[in-house]
């Protein structure tokens, strides 16, 4: 076989381009693998502030729940003072005079 230069030079060619070709793909390949773990990291930082806001709701639910429960038996308890005081009334209205009556209804409704 026969030193063929446009052979070589061709070979001289290929070699002297595709190194840079080669530095451009790899360079593009390594970007990219950064790229996707910047990716999944943040897609990993999103799911755990979801989470977390869902904890957050969880706590808040549980926490307004349990103070509709207070109120709830504090109006209870309200109302239950208010039918003593009613009863009471009521047992004291009967044993007074029909004219202290009138006018403790008479306060009762706002009217003096």
Request: no cysteine; aromatic share 6%; charged share 30%.
């Amino acid at each position: 076989m026969a030193f063929n230069p446009f052979l070589f030079v061709l070979a001289l060619m290929a070699i002297i381009f595709s190194v840079p070709i080669v530095a451009i793909w790899t360079e593009h390949r390594r970007k990219m693998a950064e790229l996707q773990a910047r990716l999944r990291s943040e897609r990993a930082d999103s799911t755990n502030e979801v989470k977390d806001l869902a904890r957050q709701i969880a706590d808040l639910r549980a926490t307004a729940t349990e103070y509709d429960l207070s109120f709830d038996s504090a109006l209870q308890r309200l109302e239950s003072r208010m039918d003593l005081l009613d009863e009471r009334l009521k047992r004291l209205e009967g044993v007074a005079a029909p004219s202290e009556t009138v006018q403790a209804n008479q306060v009762r409704l706002g009217e003096r």
